[in-house]
């Protein structure tokens, strides 16, 4: 589902109007950038929560020239499910 599907569905659930949820969730979506920039998390309860976390840097192989090469530090995003969302999703088996 890509972000036009996501509003459409928001909207036809919702019955609130597509510039309302349009604008609502580019507001949730800066909100939780701004936060997770930062270096907080952000619990969504009953869905999940997101952090960043570092991974550590690393030496990998070019798979072209079969060099050794440091891969460098990095941060990224991570979602841990919360207990109601892994329930849901694991009852679809």
Known sequence: ??????????TEQSRLSKESVTTGLDA????????LV???KVNIANF???SVVERKARRGINPRTQQFILIPVKKS???KAG???SDKVQSKR
């Open 83 to 85: 207990g109601e969302l």
């Open 1 to 10: 589902m890509n972000k036009k599907e996501l509003i459409d569905a928001i």
């Open 28 to 35: 949730l979506l800066c909100v939780m950038s701004e936060v």
């Open 77 to 79: 995003v991570k979602f």
């Open 38 to 40: 930062s270096g907080e």
């Open 48 to 50: 999940g929560s997101f």
